[in-house]
């Protein structure tokens, strides 16, 4: 028997060694001990990070739902998989079972089917966090179809821009969305993307807030009649194991976001055992993930992991602030959760409101607590320790992405001791290396440097969806033979990693990764502007906020630089959304540049945060002049 729960120190460190001495071996123990195949795998492992290429448990057969669902109906039949609690506190959960979160899969694949889907077509679900995104999501996957879910607070660009880069048949959407108080128009964002999507000829629509919708003859159609009439179970679609699951977009430093592709079966072993073991997952548990599913944590940990491990995940449709900043704490309480995962910006949002409205739940319940998405500050960290886990429910700092498809460093809980602001070790099978900026590996403790990892890992994305030449250059070009994550770390004396943060052109912002180049794209559009450029600058609820330096064309006199603020920000909220909107604007003579061109963002980077005063040498600067002249108009 393989150790497939890991329950104490030791057996960590036992368990870690066998995974990277030979791991083949390993993985190949977890796979055949824990999911249900079609065909077994002839090759466990073949890799080449030059060219890149992996590949899993090749020669293997399987359906990612056979395992998620079907597998557990007769032991699990009755178990709530899907425990989804809507945006309104006074409407009433609902229980869906895995018998019948299976007959709904079951027959929304046919839907899918009975529209033309078939295995390899590409389908866009864009759509709030109801339960037809989970369900949907499941059905693309029961019949082969690539699921891309683009979150639902993109703009109707951003949303073109993905359809048409993935080339999706049909999109999957509903009439509009709750968020806390107001309702937002999902069709009608879809309608206006769907202007420059020639490639899309179906439209489902689910029904959420009843709003009056125009449904485009011959192309739109309301989902349940469909769902009313389809037969309730659907035989899966063998796939082979490095067959496409799903194209998560995420975005880069320059260009285009990143279509990250993940194939099937090695996705399925690693987001199901990374699931049980760093949240240490017991039969009868209710976990949370407060993340959408528009990101890849809500698909590895709400929907794939979960679901393969039988578990019951609940889903909720709202904002952490709506009613009020107790309602995380109020769904707690009422569902009983024992696992919770959120993000470091939203704890420090609600840690701003006090704990009162924490006082007022009995959050008993609670084993284990969880973060993501960005490093946490260590006030937050504290905060959340002493006060929602009582000092009692160990913190598991996990750090990961899209990219990697799972939590590739974290601690494990009951396990791992803990450590304020560090992910500490990596989970099983992953092996991590610093860098330093000659490429060369450190391989002593207490350094910082550039974090790669060395070895392929079950889940890591096989290529960018039709740019393989991109996905080679961003991510292993950096060192030789090594995967390179854009994030910096550093290691302490005992081997615990803390990650620093991106080393790159991207920013996080409350755990949304934004590219810079994209944001400045908006801004140029604005028939006043010369050229811009975006940094990041600490905020004590978002981690970072942005702040965007804009010379405009002329002398830039006589303009309303009020009005110009509001009209650049409408403008990054079309064409990216409101998640990309920038906290200050200032306005510049011009921007510092190398002589060869490039603007200095280094410098730019330290006038924001107000650490003008140590700029160093800028005399090489083609224009070192527009600098005195940036940091006396700070805004
Ligand atoms: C950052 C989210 C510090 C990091 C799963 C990474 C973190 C990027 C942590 C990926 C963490 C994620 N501590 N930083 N625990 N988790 N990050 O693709 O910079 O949305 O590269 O995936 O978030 O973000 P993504």
Same mark, same amino acid.
């Given at each position: 028997?393989s ?11 036992q ?5 990277i ?9 977890i ?19 030059t ?5 899993w448990?090749?020669?293997a ?13 007769s032991?699990?039949g009755?178990k709530t998989?899907i425990?989804?609690e809507p945006?309104d506190?006074n409407?009433s ?10 007959e ?7 839907? &899918?089917?009975?529209k ?9 679900i864009?759509l709030?966090m ?26 109707a ?6 359809i ?5 048949k ?10 806390g108080?107001?309702t ?5 964002i879809?309608d ?12 489902l ?6 709003? @009056?919708?125009?449904?485009k003859?011959?192309?739109d159609?309301w989902?349940q009649?469909?769902?009313? #009439?389809a037969?309730? @179970?659907?035989v ?11 194209i998560?977009y995420t975005?880069?430093? !320059?260009?285009?976001p ?17 699931f ?8 009868n548990d209710?976990? %949370?993930?407060?993340a959408?599913?528009g ?11 979960p679901?393969?491990n ?8 709202g ?6 900043f ?9 569902h ?9 910006t ?6 701003? /409101? ?5 006082e ?24 959340y320790n002493?006060?929602i ?9 996990? %750090?990961?992405q899209?990219e990697?498809?799972g ?10 001791p803990?450590k304020?602001?560090?992910?500490? &070790?990596p989970?099983?099978g992953?092996q ?5 900026e000659?490429?060369?590996?450190l ?8 974090l790669?990892?060395?070895y ?8 960018? %969806?039709?740019? /393989?030449?991109?996905?080679k ?11 390179f ?5 550093l ?8 990650? !620093? ?19 400045e794209?908006?801004?140029?559009? /604005?028939q006043a ?6 940094v990041?600058f ?10 965007g ?10 303009r309303d630089?009020d009005?110009?603020r509001k009209?650049i ?21 011009g ?5 060869s ?6 410098i ?11 700029l160093? #040498?800028?005399?090489? &600067? ?9 940091k006396?108009?700070?805004?």
């Open positions: 028997m150790n497939y729960h890991i329950k104490s120190f030791e057996e960590y460190f368990v870690y060694r066998k995974s001495e030979n791991p083949k071996v390993f993985w190949e123990e796979a055949e001990e824990h999911f249900t195949w079609r065909k077994k795998w002839h090759n466990v492992l073949s890799w080449d990070f060219k890149p290429e992996v590949k448990f090749e020669g057969q399987l359906n990612i739902t056979e395992n998620c669902l079907d597998r557990h109906l032991t699990r009755d998989a425990l989804f945006n506190p409407a959960a609902e229980h869906i079972s895995y018998k019948q979160l299976h709904r899969v079951c027959k929304f694949a046919n839907v &899918l089917k009975s033309g889907i078939q295995k390899g077509d590409r389908v866009c864009y709030p109801i339960p037809e995104l989970a369900v949907s999501v499941l059905a693309c996957a029961r019949i082969g179809a690539v699921h891309s879910v683009v979150f639902a607070g993109f703009s660009t951003a949303l073109s821009t993905r048409n880069d993935c080339d999706a049909m999109v999957i959407t509903s009439d509009g969305s709750y968020r108080a107001k937002i128009d999902l069709k009608g879809v206006d993307a769907l202007e420059d999507c020639p490639g899309v000829d179906t439209v629509v689910a029904k959420r807030i009843e709003s @009056d919708i125009n449904m003859t011959g192309r159609y989902l009649p469909l769902l009313d #009439d037969y309730g @179970d659907c899966i679609e063998i796939m082979d194991a490095e067959d496409p699951l799903f998560l975005s880069g430093s !320059t260009g285009m990143k279509g990250m592709l993940h194939t099937t079966a090695g996705y399925m072993v690693y987001s199901a055992y990374t049980k073991n760093v949240f240490d997952y017991r039969e209710v976990y %949370w993930c407060t959408d599913i990101w890849i944590t809500g698909h590895s940990y709400i929907v794939y992991g679901l393969a039988g578990a019951t995940t609940v889903m909720y449709e904002v952490p602030s709506y009613p009020d107790g309602r995380f704490w109020e769904i707690v309480e009422k009983k959760v024992n696992q919770f995962y959120t993000a470091p939203a704890i420090r949002a609600l840690a701003k /409101h006090g704990t009162e409205l924490v007022k739940h009995d959050l008993s319940s609670l084993k284990v607590l969880g973060t993501v998405g960005e490093p946490i500050n260590e006030e937050a960290w504290h905060w002493e006060n886990g009582k000092k009692k429910s160990p913190i598991v700092d996990t %750090w990961w899209t990697t498809g939590i590739m460093i974290t601690p494990i809980p009951f396990s791992t803990t304020p602001t560090y992910a500490t &070790l989970f099983i992953i991590p290396a610093l860098m330093d000659n490429g060369k590996e391989s002593n403790n207490q350094v910082d440097g550039r790669c990892i060395k392929p890992w079950p889940s890591m994305a096989r290529t960018i %969806w039709g740019n /393989h030449q991109r996905y250059d961003t991510y292993f070009s950096a060192f030789e033979n090594m995967y994550t854009g994030d910096g770390a290691r302490d004396e005992v081997g615990y990693y803390r990650i !620093t943060g991106r080393v790159d052109d991207v920013i996080i912002v409350s755990g949304h990764n934004l590219g810079t180049a994209p944001i794209d908006a801004i140029n559009e /604005h502007v010369a050229e811009s450029a975006i990041g600490p905020h004590d609820v978002k981690g970072n906020a942005l702040y330096y804009v010379t405009l064309k002329g002398s830039g006199e006589g630089h009005n110009l009209e920000n409408q403008l990054i909220t079309d064409r990216i959304g409101p998640i990309a909107k920038l906290d200050k604007i200032q306005f510049t003579n921007l510092p540049k190398t002589r061109g490039k603007i200095m963002r280094r730019l980077r330290k006038i924001a945060c107000n650490e003008g005063e140590q160093g #040498d800028i005399s090489t &600067l083609l224009n070192p002049e527009v600098v005195q002249d940036i006396d108009n700070v805004v």
